[in-house]
């Protein structure tokens, strides 16, 4: 629910850069008292909410500069009473004066900042040499975009450096902090996970303009293929992945850093369902179901650190050894979220109605099995998971409603949806 909100306070001071914003008008927007306001936001941004504004006032002054808008002119526009203070808080913020940036950067419209999923980032390869051997002394080393095996897509966000490294971009340094110290914990634990490779200078991680990139371990291995999963034989396959889950989610229980709080029963009811309600994609007899038998339920659930991004592109397996990657999203949540999660998105790189779902009920169940015999459920989460599912896919639908740009899959998870809650009776375990 948190995550929903500063989101929400993302876009209203993305909208309102040009006028006066204080940090109590935005948290009363919020909803929250001022301290505790400051401490969600940080936890969730990587940074105080008031220099988070500074940095984006910053980042648009640059740009209209760019774009051959006075100097002086373009300070003022963003806030600032004359250019000199514009310039030092400049160099403050990013280490060298504004003309320098706009020497050394292709300038391009500040990327958008969307803490409930990385958007998309462009950096050339030329670029990353340049930050490789400036930051890690890492010279004449083959750069490659990452393919994801099971769907063919190339990621906006990692890139191979040689047979033995990745290099991540990202624009949240919350979600790239997040990722660091739940890497270097589940490494703790004997698990395979995407570590940094510290800087010439001892960092974890390097501002590069407005991007924030870290140099990580590369984990060997393969990602899972949904699509073998399907096969008439794969149950097996189905149920090892619920038990590599059940020993992640056993390593996160024992991870003590401080992550953003999420109440998913709480997004549903007040974000997702009203959505899906006037959209005729839940009926009121499922959404009465869910506010009466899973609002009690979730008060009762286990709650702890979660990957919740269990794509399976994030699980890695190396013969008898596995791994995950990309914890820039987890927060603190149920915890039958990360099983629940990785059975819908098997179902949505490969859904078609008919028979191919039902092999995904099948799929889902193994899945939930494998996971019981290791992270032991509680009959409470028993009972719940079927609405757990039925939460991540409708949490799903109306996101991807709501972006342009994902106009396709959107169509595919409004029909994911209508199956799940058609046949939500087979749900049950």
């Known amino acids: 629910m948190y995550r929903h909100i500063i989101q929400n306070s993302i876009d209203y001071i993305e909208n309102n850069l040009c006028s ?28 105080p909410v008031m220099q988070y504004i500074t940095r984006r006032r910053l980042l648009y002054a640059v740009y209209e500069m760019s774009k051959g808008m006075k100097k002086a002119d373009a300070a003022l526009l963003y806030g600032f009473d004359t250019y000199a203070g514009c310039y030092k808080a400049f160099l403050r913020e990013f280490g060298c004066t504004p003309s320098s940036y706009l020497s050394n950067f292709k300038i391009a419209k500040p990327y958008k900042i969307n803490i409930l999923q990385e958007e998309p980032i462009m950096v050339p390869h030329k670029q990353i040499m340049e930050l490789l051997s400036t930051y890690w002394r890492m010279e004449d080393v083959a750069i490659k975009d990452v393919i994801y095996e099971g769907t063919g897509k190339k990621s906006d966000s990692l890139y191979y450096v040689g047979d033995n490294h990745l290099l991540k971009f990202s624009i949240s340094l919350g ?213 757990v599912v039925l939460s991540n896919q409708l949490l799903a639908t109306v996101w991807f409603s709501q972006q342009d740009k994902y106009k396709d899959v959107y169509e595919v998870n409004k029909l994911m949806t209508k199956s799940i809650v058609e046949d939500f009776d087979m749900l049950v375990l």
């Open 175 to 387: 979600g790239l902090k997040n990722h660091i110290k739940i890497s270097e914990a589940l490494e703790k634990e004997g698990l395979l996970a995407a570590t940094p490779v510290e800087t010439c200078d001892g960092d974890k991680y390097v501002q590069y303009g407005q991007l924030y990139c870290c140099l990580t371990k590369r984990i060997q291995g393969q990602q899972i293929l949904p699509q073998n999963l399907f096969r008439e034989d794969a149950k097996g396959d189905a149920r090892f992945i619920g038990e590599i889950v059940g020993h992640l989610s056993i390593a996160l229980s024992d991870v003590d850093i401080v992550v953003n709080d999420a109440n998913m029963y709480e997004s549903v009811v007040n974000w997702a369902m009203p959505v899906l309600q006037k959209a005729n994609i839940i009926p009121n007899t499922l959404c009465r179901k869910y506010t009466t038998e899973f609002a009690d339920l979730y008060t009762r659930l286990p709650q702890q650190i979660i990957h919740r991004n269990l794509s399976p592109s994030n699980i890695i397996l190396e013969g008898n050894k596995w791994g995950f990657i990309e914890f820039e999203l987890s927060e603190r949540n149920i915890r039958i979220f990360d099983p629940c999660y990785a059975a819908t998105a098997i179902l949505s790189e490969f859904y078609s109605k008919g028979e191919r779902f039902v092999k995904w009920i099948e799929i889902y169940k193994e899945i939930m099995y494998g996971y019981d015999t290791v992270a032991r459920l509680s009959e409470d989460e028993r009972k719940a998971i079927p609405y």
């Open 20 to 47: 006066e914003l204080t940090a109590q008008e935005l948290s009363k927007k919020a909803g929250f008292s001022l301290f505790h306001y400051y401490r969600v936001f940080t936890s969730s941004v990587g940074i």
